[in-house]
């Protein structure tokens, strides 16, 4: 676990995905690894040199592509741990309180675009950290916490507000679709 998650836990936020066993994952991986092994070995007689030095690499390639996606997969599912020590979300994300200069909350309308399911709707945190790249987000420019699965309920969202007040963290009230702008 993340240094975060061993201080003492202010909220905990359960993604919309269920948590996947490690030990299926580990079975899959074992028998992905094993007909690897047999293509390795059997490829050698079969194909010159070059060419099967070529086709390991490829093979080789999108067995770790396999390997990341299979890990990106098995981490949904893990909850969003508010601390007193900043906020963690378990084995994927950690930043502490004092790395953290803003917060909003913002609707996504469905995250089928972004993720790998079609579930989810609702509101969401962002959060902007000090120094360059601010806004704590995917690759495709989306909040870390909408791929995760955290969607917040009016409590929730109450309790965040309260405990982004006491650690004298400011809301950005420009990007935070909870507000009316006029």
Same mark, same amino acid.
């Given at each position: 676990?993340?240094?975060?998650?061993?201080?003492?836990?202010?909220?905990?936020?359960?993604?919309?995905?269920?948590?996947?066993?490690?030990?299926?994952?580990?079975?899959?991986?074992?028998?992905?690894?094993?007909?690897?092994?047999?293509?390795?070995?059997?490829?050698?007689?079969?194909?010159?040199?070059?060419?099967?030095?070529?086709?390991?690499?490829?093979?080789?390639?999108?067995?770790?592509?396999?390997?990341?996606?299979?890990?990106?997969?098995?981490?949904?599912?893990?909850?969003?741990?508010?601390?007193?020590?900043?906020?963690?979300?378990?084995?994927?994300?950690?930043?502490?309180?004092?790395?953290?200069?803003?917060?909003?909350?913002?609707?996504?309308?469905?995250?089928?675009?972004?993720?790998?399911?079609?579930?989810?709707?609702?509101?969401?945190?962002?959060?902007?950290?000090?120094?360059?790249?601010?806004?704590?987000?995917?690759?495709?420019?989306?909040?870390?916490?909408?791929?995760?699965?955290?969607?917040?309920?009016?409590?929730?969202? !109450?309790?965040?507000? !309260?405990?982004? !007040?006491?650690?004298?963290?400011?809301?950005?009230?420009?990007?935070?679709?909870?507000?009316?702008?006029?």
């Amino acid at each position: 676990m993340n240094s975060n998650s061993k201080g003492h836990v202010l909220m905990l936020i359960e993604s919309i995905y269920v948590k996947k066993s490690n030990t299926k994952k580990h079975i899959l991986l074992t028998i992905v690894s094993v007909v690897m092994g047999i293509i390795f070995l059997k490829s050698y007689n079969i194909y010159p040199l070059d060419l099967y030095l070529l086709f390991m690499t490829a093979i080789a390639l999108l067995y770790m592509v396999f390997v990341i996606l299979l890990n990106k997969v098995y981490q949904l599912g893990n909850p969003l741990l508010i601390t007193n020590k900043g906020i963690t979300i378990v084995s994927v994300f950690n930043i502490e309180w004092k790395d953290i200069c803003a917060y909003s909350f913002n609707r996504y309308d469905g995250i089928s675009r972004i993720s790998y399911d079609k579930k989810g709707a609702g509101i969401t945190l962002t959060l902007f950290k000090r120094g360059g790249f601010s806004k704590i987000t995917n690759l495709t420019g989306h909040s870390i916490f909408c791929v995760y699965g955290f969607f917040l309920n009016n409590d929730q969202i !109450n309790q965040l507000i !309260n405990i982004f !007040n006491s650690k004298a963290i400011k809301r950005d009230t420009l990007r935070d679709d909870l507000i009316v702008h006029r």
